[in-house]
Antibody, heavy 119, light 105 residues
């Protein structure tokens, strides 16, 4: 059974950093591109970043470029998101999501981790 | 590509046939998926590549469309279909629509 479990969210002050992770199981992690998708409170879904199967290419939405870094450790089947220079508008639930094999839609999602950026 | 979903709120009765719309600002070339998100839960994939039903999803859900206009249809609404539905395009960039909230009368 495919499982994605995020951890490491919490309350952080504006301008500070936070790194959280997503532990994957039930599939060959190193075969799949992975992504982070976020959802601000009572708002819609927003793609944040994607990393391809071997970590050699990464993609970001414009509003997080230069501030967020997506990475992966295939030996540990774990996905990461390093968030720097956090802003109040980064407050959201962050979901770890698996891209379908060879396609860019998401076929499995984790339950999400909440990040609140506030002083 | 921007996606516009309509209506933003839909109220329907159990057993009704329900149609949700998603319109792209450019041709999506059928690279469109639909997600269901129940309150407090992560999104779930329903449909990919316009009309392919994800494994385990009930056959009352179906998708159609082409070019810029796409539709999700629920043939006979069940009470457990109460959720917000998002369309998502992966033809040019990765973007979600703003969602249609489906209420049960």
């Amino acid at each position: 059974e495919v499982q994605l479990v995020e951890s490491g969210g919490g309350l952080v002050q504006p301008g500070r950093s936070l790194k959280f992770s997503c532990a994957a199981s039930g599939f060959t992690f190193s075969d799949y591109a992975m992504a982070w998708v976020r959802q601000a409170p009572k708002k819609g879904l927003e793609w944040v970043a994607t990393i391809i199967y071997d970590g050699s290419s990464t993609y970001y939405r414009d509003s997080v470029k230069g501030r967020f870094t997506i990475s992966r450790d295939n030996a540990k089947s774990t996905l990461y998101l390093q968030m720097d220079s956090l802003r109040s508008e980064d407050t959201a639930t962050y979901y770890c999501a698996r891209h379908a094999l060879y396609y860019w839609y998401f076929d499995f999602w984790g339950p999400g981790t909440m990040v609140t950026v506030s002083s | 590509i921007q996606l516009t979903q309509s209506p933003s709120l839909l109220s329907a009765s159990v057993g009704d046939r329900v149609t949700l719309s998603c319109k792209g600002s450019q041709n999506i070339n059928n690279y469109l998926a639909w997600y269901q998100q129940k309150l407090g839960e992560a999104p779930k994939l329903l449909i990919y590549k316009t009309n392919s039903l994800q494994t385990g999803i009930p056959s009352r859900f179906s998708g159609s469309g082409s070019g810029t206009d796409y539709t999700l249809t629920i043939s006979s609404l069940h009470s457990e279909d109460l959720a917000t539905y998002y369309c998502y395009q992966y033809n040019n960039g990765l973007t979600f629509g703003s969602g249609t909230k489906l209420e049960i009368k």
